[in-house]
């Protein structure tokens, strides 16, 4: 009896043996299924937020494709993701690979939406509690990996309506490439931007302004009118005959003393115009519109010429805008004007013809008094500027008054609204950027399997 005793302790610790290591087995095993689950979360999450908050998204958006697919390896947000999601993680052994990617479709005819993307790799290294050579277990330490894909679709326009002014030089030296590319870019921008909208009060709206000495301002069936120019240092007018007309609040034609701080702040609502010796040039303003067709038409029509004054543009283009500005007592109609985005782009090759004009008309608060002119309290109006070949952002004239500054708690934060394009092929998408920085949008993003 007691050797059958003894056999059956002895069957009894065989048995418990693989019965314990299956049910540590079962344990450990289950704790890694939950930690491989939580890391496909987190890894999709961290998908989610790199591509919609990396700040360096932009620029792989308009990037040659060589310098997209470089790596960027255990990116703070995503490990923030990834520690928060998944514990007991050994330190100093995640490994996440996150690869930028983009595709931008340039078949006209096709339905596919451009996009860029990170592909977010995860790999944890976790100890194991159950560890036993006799017995079923996990190895000493254990590696549990996961991938996620998020892409980005960006949109140009968010929630608000916009209103959109186009200032485009069309000095002599536009001539070419760059003016042919200049034309491209808005007939693209425009098309995604109106979209062919009806004209309801909520549909975006594009303007545009041409500019070398001066800006033109085109009078269809009209004999009479009247333009007001800035001379011996005051407003006077004058019945002119003519069906396109130049315009300046002060321009080379016009020489002496200027009293800037008094032009800074009247300008806006004056249809500044001068008479000028000689032939006119081949361009003129459009008004805001949301007619894209007849939009791109104009424009396409336009020829450039003449030396480079900026500051006729910019003014002229916030003209532009003021003459839509609501400026009655209706709080809806109030509401609904003030909602509409304010953007100004400024599209230069070059440096101005007399430099001092616009650096009086900045250090006179001109971008600050138009910014002021159409900004409210929550709807910022918005500057930027592209130089077309040109080093605009060495111009320190240029970033007083595109540049945006912003007060945090403890100081003044300067962001710059200038981007440089070198490479013409690049200029769309450096003027779409600029216009998703004013929008304040970043476009949709969403996981993906990979499949377009």
Same mark, same amino acid.
């Given at each position: 009896?007691?050797?059958?005793q +003894?056999?059956?302790?002895?069957?009894?610790?065989?048995?418990?043996?693989?019965?314990?290591?299956?049910?540590?087995?079962?344990? %450990?095993?289950?704790?890694?299924?939950?930690?491989?689950?939580?890391?496909?979360?987190?890894s999709? /999450?961290?998908?989610?937020?790199?591509?919609?908050q990396?700040? =360096?998204?932009?620029?792989?958006?308009?990037e040659?494709?060589k310098?997209?697919r470089?790596?960027?390896?255990?990116y703070p947000l /995503?490990?923030?993701?990834?520690? *928060?999601?998944?514990?007991?993680?050994?330190?100093?052994?995640?490994? #996440?690979?996150?690869?930028?990617e983009?595709?931008?479709?340039? !078949?006209?005819?096709?339905d596919k939406?451009?996009?860029?993307?990170?592909?977010?790799?995860?790999?944890?290294?976790?100890?194991?509690?159950?560890?036993?050579?006799?017995?079923?277990?996990?190895?000493?330490t254990?590696?549990i990996? /996961?991938?996620?894909l998020?892409?980005n679709?960006?949109?140009l326009?968010g929630d608000?309506?916009?209103?959109?002014?186009?200032v485009?030089?069309? *000095?002599g030296s536009?001539?070419?490439?760059?003016?042919?590319?200049?034309k491209?870019? #808005?007939?693209i921008?425009s !098309? $995604?931007i109106? !979209?062919?909208?009806n004209s309801?009060s909520?549909?975006?709206r594009?303007?545009?302004?041409?500019? *070398?000495?001066?800006?033109?301002t085109?009078?269809d069936?009209?004999?009479?009118?009247t333009?007001i120019?800035?001379? =011996?240092?005051?407003?006077? $007018?004058?019945?002119? @005959?003519?069906?396109i007309?130049?315009q300046?609040?002060?321009?080379?034609?016009?020489?002496?003393?200027?009293?800037?701080?008094n032009?800074?702040?009247?300008?806006i609502?004056?249809?500044?115009?001068i008479?000028?010796?000689?032939?006119?040039?081949?361009?003129?303003?459009?008004?805001l519109t949301?007619?894209q067709?007849?939009?791109?038409?104009?424009?396409?029509?336009?020829?450039?010429?003449?030396?480079?004054?900026?500051?006729?543009?910019?003014?002229?283009?916030?003209?532009?805008?003021?003459?839509?500005?609501?400026?009655g007592?209706?709080?809806?109609k109030?509401?609904?004007y003030?909602?509409?985005?304010?953007?100004?782009?400024?599209?230069?090759?070059?440096?101005?013809?007399?430099?001092?004009?616009?650096?009086?008309?900045?250090?006179?608060?001109?971008?600050?008094?138009?910014? @002021? !002119?159409?900004?409210?309290?929550?709807?910022?109006?918005?500057?930027?500027?592209? +130089?077309?070949g040109?080093?605009?952002?060495d111009?320190?004239?240029?970033?007083?008054?595109?540049d +945006?500054?912003?007060?945090?708690?403890?100081h003044?934060?300067?962001?710059?609204?200038?981007?440089?394009?070198?490479?013409?092929?690049?200029?769309?998408?450096?003027i779409k %950027?600029?216009?998703?920085?004013?929008?304040?949008?970043?476009?949709? *993003?969403?996981?993906?399997d990979?499949q =377009?």
């Open positions: 009896m007691k050797k059958q +003894g056999v059956a302790a002895i069957i009894l610790v065989l048995v418990l043996i693989p019965l314990f290591g299956s049910v540590f087995f079962a344990l %450990e095993g289950t704790r890694y299924i939950q930690k491989k689950t939580r890391l496909a979360d987190a999709e /999450a961290a998908a989610l937020a790199v591509t919609d990396n700040p =360096n998204k932009l620029n792989i958006y308009t040659k494709s310098q997209n470089k790596q960027l390896d255990n /995503a490990s923030a993701y990834i520690n *928060s999601y998944v514990r007991n993680i050994n330190k100093d052994t995640d490994n #996440i690979i996150i690869t930028p983009i595709f931008i479709n340039k !078949n006209k005819n096709s939406k451009s996009y860029y993307q990170y592909n977010v790799n995860v790999t944890t290294t976790h100890n194991s509690w159950f560890v036993n050579e006799l017995i079923p277990s996990f190895n000493q254990q590696d990996t /996961a991938a996620a998020a892409r679709y960006p949109r326009t608000q309506p916009i209103d959109l002014v186009f485009a030089d069309f *000095s536009m001539q070419g490439d760059k003016i042919i590319k200049l491209e870019s #808005i007939k921008i !098309n $995604e109106l !979209n062919n909208s309801n909520n549909s975006n594009i303007a545009f302004t041409a500019f *070398s000495d001066f800006t033109q085109k009078y069936n009209k004999k009479n009118y333009a120019l800035y001379k =011996n240092n005051t407003w006077i $007018e004058k019945k002119v @005959k003519r069906k007309l130049p300046s609040v002060i321009s080379g034609y016009w020489y002496g003393s200027y009293n800037y701080s032009i800074v702040s009247t300008f609502d004056h249809e500044n115009k008479i000028t010796r000689g032939r006119l040039y081949n361009f003129y303003d459009i008004p949301n007619n067709v007849k939009l791109i038409k104009k424009i396409n029509h336009m020829h450039p010429n003449g030396s480079t004054s900026a500051y006729e543009g910019i003014m002229r283009g916030a003209q532009l805008l003021y003459k839509d500005k609501y400026r007592k209706d709080l809806t109030i509401q609904s003030n909602n509409r985005k304010k953007i100004l782009i400024l599209l230069s090759d070059g440096e101005e013809s007399d430099p001092s004009i616009l650096k009086n008309l900045v250090n006179n608060k001109l971008c600050k008094n138009i910014r @002021k !002119n159409f900004s409210t309290d929550n709807n910022k109006m918005f500057m930027g500027m592209v +130089g077309i040109y080093r605009a952002s111009n320190d004239v240029f970033h007083k008054c595109f +945006g500054i912003y007060e945090t708690e403890y003044l934060i300067t962001d710059s609204n200038i981007i440089d394009v070198d490479d013409l092929s690049t200029l769309t998408d450096k %950027e600029l216009i998703r920085k004013g929008q304040q949008t970043d476009g949709i *993003s969403k996981l993906s990979g =377009n």
